[in-house]
Each structure stands twice: as C-alpha cells, then as structure tokens.
C-alpha cells in the first residue's frame, strides 16, 4: 500500500496522500505552493513502506513550519483537530485506550439510534471533552457524559436504556439470545446484524448442531434428525402410510426433531454460561417451550424471541430468494413444501403467544433490528433498575 497513515484513535489505516496533507496546511492559511512543499518534503523524508502515526505526521509537519518561519501557521496548525492530543480513556482494569467515535457510537447500538444519529451524538460527546480540554478521564466518566449528553438531546426512553445497558454491561453476566422461526424468515442474517451491534463474537446456529449430531448418530438410529424440520412427520413410526396429509403427525414430527437437537443447545447454553460469554442462538428448532425452559436456573440474562414473516407472498419470496443463492433445486424443494413451512410457522407463533415469547414480524431490516433491541432493552430493564447516582458511583 505505500507509506501508511495509521490513526489510533478511530483504528483506521489509510494511505498517505500528499494532496490531502496539502489541504489540511491551506486549511490553515498556509499558500497552496508552500503547503504543497512542506507535503512533498514529508513525503521525501519517509521510506516507501513506511509506517507513520496521525501524531507523527503532526510532529514532522510543526518541526518544518518552525524551520521555515512560518510561525503564524504554525501556531493555528497546533490548535487544529488534527494536532490535539488525544484523549485517553481509562478502562476498569486501569489500562488507557484512546478516545474512539467508532466506539462510543457502538455503545448507543441498545438504544436503537439509527447510525447517522448515534455518530451525530458522539461527535457532540467529543467537542465537549475538546472544549473543556480534556484529556484523560475514567470510563466510568465518559459513561456519565454520555448519559447527562442524552438527557440534554434525546427522549427520556432513549436516555433511560442507555442507563440500563450501562448497568447490565458492568455486571458481568453473559446475554443468551434465543432466536427461533422457521425456515426462511432471515433468522441468520438478523442475527448476524444484532451480534455485531453488541459486540457478541459467539453466534451458534441450530442447524449446524443438527448437522454435527447426523455425522455420529445413524439415520436409523435417529432418522428424524436427518430429515427437514418441516417433513420429519414423515419419519414418524405411528404414520398413518395412507394418510395424504400431515396434519395430524405434523406437530409431532417437529417436536421430535426439536428435541434431539435440545441437547446440543442446552450444552452449548451450559458452556455459555460457565465461560461468561454471550451468546446468540438462532434456528428452527429453538422453539417457545424451549426458551421458557432455558430461561429458569441460569445466571444468564436470557432473552426468547420468534422472528416471523406474517405475509405468505413474502415468504415465498424470500424461499426463492434463498434457494436462488444456494442451489435452484433448493429454491425448488421450498416451494415443494411451502405449505408445511407455513405450518410450522403457525405453530411458532401460536405457542410463543402463548407462552408470551415476543414475535418480531421481519418486513424491513432495520425495523426489524431496531424492534429486537428495543426487546433487549425492555428484558434488561426488568433485571436492572440502578439510579445515575449507582450506577456511576
């Protein structure tokens, strides 16, 4: 890549480029002639696959306005964003980390901000702490800025999550998130999207369980496993042969299924917990009844949800889609049992109404994600209830 401008702070690696270190002089009145000079010297001076800090950069660009007298733009350059020393975070354990906009928005994920307003708040956190000179604070600290920023700009609910999330964050306790559906409703891809709003690095998904489980136990030992959660009726040995449809074995068939698989998912929620790490959990298979059962005797913060598709046009859709990416004999095999996976949905939803599991309709993503966090949040409040003056202390 060339000589690389390496930025701590916002943990960015970009090219150095002449033409941006001559703008940011001409920023500062220097003439684009001069700025340009100073820019191509800098250049000279570094090795074709150097490495240079933003400070550093800094550090050379003030030693040759100060050799070429150009004090009056020397001293503007000193106060410009660019040159300012950074501002050092200390974490719980003692240890400094710069100052991260990056970071700091990702943070306010639980609120459900949408990102432009997320960066907007963190940029106004950040000329607070420039204006005030600031230069080292506590983590703690930084926290309650945060929180007295968002009760200074936002909505009390907003203000009122992020106090919870603080909380919860400082606990230590792990989140378990159950997210079941079925086949086709963007369970993975949500997922996905919520462990990296959270900072989750551990997501498991039920069908790779499922897989792992058919290479030791045998299909005729199991066969129920090494079949589709939508046709394991049909491995059923109480199968009326005749029957020409699946209604009355179809409930069972899955249940089945789902309840081999149980064991690798209460294992994995086991290890979870002993190692506390967070964990998302997505699949078929994690049904309501299942959530309400790993929700008791854990130390975990538990959270159940379904994620479902209401409109039977979408989901077919979103079946083609799917079979598209990976195989068209797939796509083909969806459609074949099209009617069973809507089944199996109708099941979901009916049990996790009654069981009060939440049901978060999946039309558009970032709705979708936002009404998972607002879930998320809503399970953290009823864990912690902490007041500024605790959680901060």
């Given at each position: 890549?060339g000589i690389?401008?390496?930025?701590?702070?916002?943990?960015?690696?970009?090219?150095?480029?002449?033409?941006?270190?001559?703008?940011?002089?001409?920023?500062?009145?220097?003439p684009?002639?001069?700025a340009?000079?100073i820019?191509?010297e800098?250049r000279k001076n570094?090795?074709?696959?150097a490495?240079i800090?933003?400070?550093?950069l800094?550090?050379q660009?003030?030693?040759?306005l100060?050799?070429?007298?150009?004090?009056?733009?020397?001293?503007r350059?000193?106060?410009?964003?660019?040159?300012?020393?950074p501002?050092q975070?200390?974490?719980?354990?003692?240890?400094?980390?710069?100052?991260s906009?990056g970071?700091l928005?990702?943070?306010?994920?639980?609120?459900?901000?949408?990102?432009?307003?997320?960066?907007?708040?963190?940029?106004?956190?950040?000329?607070?702490?420039?204006?005030?000179?600031?230069?080292?604070?506590?983590?703690?600290?930084?926290a309650?800025?945060?929180?007295?920023?968002?009760?200074?700009?936002?909505?009390?609910?907003?203000?009122?999550?992020?106090?919870v999330?603080?909380?919860?964050?400082?606990?230590?306790r792990?989140l378990?998130?159950?997210?079941?559906?079925?086949?086709?409703?963007?369970k993975?891809?949500i997922?996905?999207e919520?462990a990296?709003?959270?900072?989750?690095?551990r997501?498991?998904?039920?069908d790779?369980?499922?897989?792992?489980?058919?290479?030791?136990?045998?299909e005729?030992?199991?066969p129920s496993?090494?079949?589709?959660?939508?046709?394991?009726?049909?491995?059923?040995p109480?199968?009326?042969?005749?029957?020409?449809?699946?209604?009355?074995?179809?409930v069972?068939g899955?249940?089945?299924?789902?309840?081999?698989v149980?064991?690798?998912?209460?294992?994995?929620?086991q290890?979870?917990?002993?190692?506390?790490?967070?964990?998302?959990l997505e699949?078929?298979?994690?049904?309501?009844?299942?959530q309400?059962?790993?929700m008791?005797d854990?130390n975990?913060?538990?959270?159940?949800?379904?994620?479902?598709?209401?409109?039977?046009?979408?989901?077919?859709?979103?079946?083609?889609?799917?079979?598209?990416?990976?195989?068209?004999?797939?796509?083909e095999?969806?459609?074949?049992h099209?009617d069973?996976?809507w089944e199996?949905?109708?099941?979901?939803?009916?049990?996790?109404?009654r069981?009060?599991?939440p049901?978060?309709?999946?039309?558009?993503?970032?709705?979708?994600?936002?009404?998972?966090?607002?879930?998320?949040?809503?399970?953290?409040?009823?864990?912690y209830?902490g007041?500024?003056?605790?959680v901060?202390a």
């Amino acid at each position: 890549m060339g000589i690389a401008v390496i930025d701590p702070a916002e943990n960015t690696r970009v090219p150095f480029l002449r033409g941006i270190l001559t703008r940011s002089l001409q920023d500062v009145g220097l003439p684009f002639k001069k700025a340009y000079e100073i820019a191509n010297e800098i250049r000279k001076n570094l090795s074709p696959d150097a490495e240079i800090t933003t400070n550093g950069l800094a550090d050379q660009v003030i030693v040759l306005l100060e050799e070429k007298q150009f004090l009056d733009v020397l001293e503007r350059y000193k106060k410009s964003p660019q040159t300012r020393i950074p501002i050092q975070i200390i974490e719980r354990d003692g240890q400094p980390q710069p100052f991260s906009k990056g970071l700091l928005s990702q943070s306010l994920e639980i609120c459900a901000f949408p990102a432009d307003e997320r960066y907007t708040i963190a940029a106004g956190i950040e000329q607070q702490l420039l204006n005030n000179d600031t230069t080292e604070l506590s983590s703690t600290a930084l926290a309650e800025l945060t929180y007295q920023y968002l009760q200074d700009n936002e909505p009390p609910e907003m203000v009122q999550r992020y106090l919870v999330w603080t909380e919860y964050a400082r606990s230590g306790r792990p989140l378990i998130l159950l997210l079941g559906g079925t086949t086709g409703v963007g369970k993975s891809t949500i997922s996905s999207e919520i462990a990296h709003r959270l900072n989750i690095v551990r997501t498991q998904s039920t069908d790779m369980l499922r897989e792992v489980m058919r290479l030791m136990i045998p299909e005729r030992l199991l066969p129920s496993l090494h079949v589709s959660s939508f046709n394991a009726w049909q491995t059923l040995p109480s199968r009326d042969e005749k029957a020409a449809t699946f209604d009355s074995h179809f409930v069972e068939g899955y249940l089945t299924q789902a309840r081999e698989v149980a064991v690798g998912i209460e294992g994995v929620t086991q290890r979870a917990e002993r190692e506390q790490i967070s964990l998302i959990l997505e699949g078929v298979h994690v049904h309501p009844a299942l959530q309400k059962h790993l929700m008791h005797d854990t130390n975990a913060i538990v959270i159940p949800l379904i994620l479902a598709v209401l409109k039977r046009k979408q989901l077919r859709r979103q079946l083609k889609g799917r079979g598209q990416q990976v195989a068209s004999r797939q796509s083909e095999r969806y459609m074949e049992h099209f009617d069973a996976i809507w089944e199996l949905q109708s099941f979901l939803l009916e049990e996790a109404d009654r069981l009060q599991v939440p049901i978060i309709p999946n039309v558009a993503q970032d709705e979708t994600i936002r009404l998972v966090m607002e879930t998320i949040s809503d399970y953290l409040a009823r864990e912690y209830t902490g007041t500024p003056e605790t959680v901060f202390a």
